[in-house]
């Protein structure tokens, strides 16, 4: 059971993240860090009213104020790939990471609630869609300085060391159904379905372990500084593996009704946002490094 909340009509108090996704800027983390076999794509993509994705150009990136491509169809970001669990014995996870440097993404808890995701299954997947696919995905914020990821490196890097990161998790809405013959795809149940995360449903967690209020490791997420967003795809101790997809139409912070309405002191908002980018500099010099996404890959290795 997952603390969120699903809508199918759209926030009135969103600013937007993403879009634009600036795909050239996300990188793969996947568990092949620790040798094992998971691989995960973040893709932009069109969608047709009958249900068939079409891969573009990372040029051709969404804009912020587009709700709907050209002749109706939706353009989103493609999160899949593949999570295997068999080569690390029962553990994987697949993960997708944008990374925000030198100055954080600022999100004070007095003028944002939270964050939303605008999401629906992906197509291609549901095609062919068996019980045993992953439906369960995960959204995680990291609030240090990070290293730089490669794009496209030879060999997978070393892992990062482990520190606290901030999640919240949701499952693919199971009323969102794709049917699918020889001739032709039919998605008359297509809706985006709106997933909203308060700040306080995302859980400290260490290793893939919560860490509570009141434990050594604990610290509570400082929505003012932001440095890594990721979408993940994990094995949850072995319990779904495979071939995954999700549609993400957009990414964006809740402000409160009153900020919304009325801009919030924009003094205190720039002199905030200048405090933060003075402390991130200092932070970003003394080098600190945020983890992977293998947190929880030593204790699921531990459970199986």
């Known amino acids: 059971m997952f603390p969120y909340q699903l809508t199918s009509a759209l926030h009135a108090h969103h600013q937007p993240l993403f879009p634009p ?23 932009p993509v069109e ?8 891969t573009l150009e990372e040029s051709e ?12 169809k939706i353009r989103a970001a493609r999160f899949w790939g593949t999570l295997d669990i068999k080569t690390l014995g029962g553990a994987g996870f697949a993960s997708q990471v ?7 993404l600022h999100l004070p808890r007095t003028e944002y609630t939270g964050i939303s995701l605008s999401v629906l299954p992906d197509p291609s997947i549901a095609a062919t869609l068996d019980h045993s696919s992953p439906t369960e995905f995960t959204l995680v914020l ?15 890097g070393p892992p990062r060391a482990a520190q606290l990161s901030y999640e ?27 997933v909203i995360f308060d700040w306080n449903d995302f859980k400290a967690t260490y290793r893939g372990r919560e860490v509570k209020p009141g434990e050594e490791r604990y610290v509570p997420l400082d929505t003012t500084g932001v440095y890594e967003i990721s979408l993940m795809c994990r094995s949850g101790f072995g319990k779904q593996e495979g071939e995954f997809g999700l549609i993400v139409k957009s990414i964006d912070s809740v402000k409160k009704a009153n900020t919304a309405a009325s801009g919030g002191s924009w003094i205190w908002a720039w002199w905030t946002l200048l405090v933060g980018w003075v402390w991130s500099w200092i932070r970003w010099d003394r080098g600190i490094r945020l983890s992977d996404e293998e947190e929880g890959f030593v204790d699921e290795k531990e459970h199986l």
């Open 168 to 194: 919240a998790s949701f499952e693919l809405p199971k009323t969102n159904t794709y049917t699918y013959d020889e001739k032709s795809w039919s998605a008359t149940t297509i809706k985006i379905t709106e």
């Open 47 to 54: 969608i047709d009213d009958k249900g068939r994705i079409t």
């Open 142 to 156: 990291k609030t240090s300085p990070t290293s730089h990821i490669p794009k496209h490196p030879k060999v997978p």
């Open 98 to 104: 944008y990374r925000y440097g030198p100055t954080p």
């Open 21 to 43: 996704f600036h795909f050239s800027h996300w990188r793969a983390v996947d568990d092949r860090v620790r040798g094992g076999s998971s691989v995960s794509h973040l893709d």
């Open 61 to 72: 990136d969404v804009e912020v104020d587009e709700k709907r491509g050209k002749e109706g």
